[in-house]
Structures are given as C-alpha cells and as structure tokens.
C-alpha cells in the first residue's frame, strides 16, 4: 500500500470518527435537553401547587375528618402522607365532595398514627402504650412511620 494510499484510509478513519463522535454527542445533547424541560415541568408543577408549610390540610379518613398543616403531614420523610402532601402529587390525590383528600382506611388506626405524628412533632421522646403498639403494626404501611419511632 502506498503512502497516499494510508493516508487516505487515515482520513476516512478520522472522518468516520469525527461522524460517529458528532452523533454521539447529539445524542448526549438531546437526553440533557430532555432531562432540562422534565425539570422545568415538574419546577412548573411546584410552583403551581405552591404548597406552603402552613397550608390547612383536610383529610377524610374512612367517613371521619381530620384537620392539620401540611407540614405536620410532611414530618416523616418517604412516609405515604409526605409524598401525598409535598406538592408534587395533589392534583392526582381522591377528594371528597368537602374537598378532603380521601383515604379508605380505619379511622381509628390512622387517629393513632396521626396522634404519633403531632406528638413527634412536639417530642422526640415519644413513647407508644403497649396496646396500641399491634395496632400500629397493622397500619404501619400507611405512613411508613413506625420504622422512624423508637419505642
């Protein structure tokens, strides 16, 4: 093979490369792009929700009605009601007539969570009763909240 020869299968390599390089990056490029405006939807989303920590939330609970803030419901992160009520999924949440968010749950296992939850708010030395320790259990799946509480 000549010189001229390599050199010209030199500069197809090269411009081969060049090419596949150029697509790879568009492709790169285009994934960021993607990820940037799924970013800015869900940021939209937010804002549009504009949950504040002081917002009244209302809850029917299985026919019973429970009142508290958004933030109280927020108190234990990756928990059920903290996802529910961070902003990004209300729009999907069920709602009652009154306009509470609807949960098909026991009332009053759901009271005992959320008596743990007001009171982890106001001390992180909670201590649960023994008999409502089972039924706790039972609900536990609700919130995610018993992993977080130290008997």
């Known amino acids: ?28 490029r285009a994934k960021i792009k993607a990820e940037i405006e799924a970013y800015q939807a869900e940021k939209q989303r937010m804002k549009a ?27 234990v992160e990756g928990s059920l009601l903290a996802t529910m009520f961070s902003g990004r999924r209300e729009d999907g949440l069920e709602r009652d007539e009154d306009g509470a968010v609807f949960f098909d749950v026991n009332p009053q ?3 005992y969570i959320f008596w743990i939850i007001c009171a982890r708010r106001k001390s992180r030395l909670l201590r649960i009763q023994h008999q409502y320790r089972k039924s706790l259990k039972i609900k536990r799946k609700i919130s995610g909240i018993l992993s977080n509480i130290s008997a």
């Not at 504009?50 to 419901?73: C, E, H, M, P, Y």
């Open 49 to 75: 929700a504009d949950a504040s920590k002081n917002d009244i939330v209302l809850l029917n609970v299985g026919g019973q009605k429970f009142t508290t803030t958004r933030s109280t419901s927020c108190q």
């Open 109 to 111: 296992y759901f009271g």
């Open 1 to 28: 093979m000549s010189r001229t020869e390599l050199l010209s299968k030199f500069d197809d390599l090269v411009k081969r490369f060049k090419e596949e390089f150029k697509e790879i990056v568009e492709g790169e």
